[in-house]
T-cell receptor, first 107, second 113 residues
């Protein structure tokens, strides 16, 4: 059974904000929520992570629902270089990658 | 700082053969994890090594094995290759701790014919 559920694909216009949703209803109290992205022909790259509170870093923001059963990755201004597959991951002893969301950025 | 390196980058093997893949982590990183990525199954965790000991293991058959050396370099071995083992094998290194940020290498593309 999948630990995270994400839309298969999303589109965004360049320089507009993007909200990438993730459902993780079976999250346990000790699981961290991580987001990674994978550009074509590269290994995944760390984006952001959090436990309960919303988090910001230079790449993105992570909004975590109060019940922790869902989260949203926010890219404040999408660029063409942000086109990638974005993975929402529950991290306990292992990383459980979902199927990811393929983000297309339209110039 | 040099990133995670994996060798070889591409490999073609025949069914029934075995293969060894190598991963050199970022200097100072003592934890190494391996993943298999296929179009059908996505990214799946194989195992994690820390201080030469396997700490976690995913749901893969015993044909998949690994080890870690004292310098934190890691190898994974797949014996009796099957067509379904064709995949991108990714290695990631990290500083142990929760939560930890993993740094991925570019992967080894294995094709089994």
């Amino acid at each position: 059974d999948a630990k995270t559920t994400q839309p298969n694909s999303m589109e965004s216009n360049e320089e507009e904000p993007v909200h990438l949703p993730c459902n993780h209803s079976t999250i346990s109290g000790t699981d961290y929520i991580h987001w990674y992205r994978q550009l074509p022909s590269q290994g995944p790259e760390y984006v952001i992570h959090g436990l309960t509170s919303n988090v910001n870093n230079r790449m993105a923001s992570l909004a975590i629902a109060e019940d922790r059963k869902s989260s949203t990755l926010i890219l404040h201004r999408a660029t063409l270089r942000d086109a990638a597959v974005y993975y929402c991951i529950l991290a306990g002893n292992q990383f459980y990658f979902g199927t990811g969301t393929s983000l297309t950025v339209i110039p | 700082k040099a990133g995670v390196t994996q060798t070889p980058r591409y490999l073609i093997k025949t069914r029934g053969q075995q293969v060894t893949l190598s991963c050199s982590p970022i200097s100072g990183h003592r934890s190494v994890s391996w993943y298999q990525q296929t179009p059908g199954q996505g990214l799946q965790f194989l195992f994690e090594y820390f201080s030469e000991t396997q700490r976690n293991k995913g749901n893969f058959p015993g044909r998949f094995s690994g080890r870690q050396f004292s310098n934190s370099r890691s190898e994974m071995n797949v014996s009796t290759l099957e067509l379904g083992d064709s995949a991108l094998y990714l290695c990631a290194s990290s500083i142990p701790g929760v939560p930890y940020e993993q740094y991925f290498g570019p992967g080894t593309r294995l094709t089994v014919t």
